[in-house]
């Protein structure tokens, strides 16, 4: 008689926990897609300016199995002191580099005003296919119309204080 009573709720315990469980796996399971994140600095020559800039970076970007990329970069320059923070809406990565663009959702920097398109780009020493010599970013580019699957910029810097992960 006891056994009868305790079956129907164990039973009802049992698959509550199973649906508990396997609808909670769903939503950490990871994105299976690229990924890139980093920070540091670079010093960077500006012939607009005229001087050799110090600037400071940090950049997370994830796309998911569909290629769809978001993120966020934010790019200091400690020598002029302005900053610009990016909406990263692309990421193509592989063989230990990225390229990342976007649109700026805030800036002082008078070259790189507001909602403006803009590039970069960095490399991963750890996961390159060939013998590096550390890490390097590019500066954030003014780039019209374009998504990183276009192009990327050719200044390379590299990277001082800091690391870039990517992972294709």
């Not at 970069?73 to 692309?90: E, H, K, P, S, Y």
């Not at 800036?107 to 296919?129: E, G």
Request: hydrophobic content about 40%; proline content about 7%.
């Amino acid at each position: 008689m006891k056994t009868r009573r305790i079956f129907p709720p164990l039973l009802v315990l049992i698959l509550g926990a199973l649906v508990i469980t396997s609808s909670t796996s769903a939503s950490i399971d990871p994105e299976h897609g690229a990924s890139a994140s980093g920070f540091g600095e670079f010093r960077f020559v500006n012939f607009n300016r005229m001087r050799t800039e110090l600037w400071s970076f940090s950049f997370e970007a994830f796309a998911n199995k569909n290629g769809q990329a978001r993120g966020r970069a934010q790019f200091d320059n400690l020598t002029a002191g302005m900053q610009v923070t990016v909406r990263i809406n692309c990421l193509n990565a592989g063989s230990g580099s990225a390229v990342m663009s976007g649109r700026v959702l805030h800036s002082d920097d008078p070259d790189l005003p507001k909602h403006t398109n803009v590039v970069f780009a960095a490399t991963d020493a750890q996961t390159r296919p060939f013998p590096s010599f550390g890490d390097t970013i590019t500066p954030v580019f003014e780039f019209g119309d374009f998504t990183c699957h276009d192009t990327e910029p050719l200044t390379i810097l590299p990277v001082q204080n800091g690391d870039i992960q990517i992972q294709p």
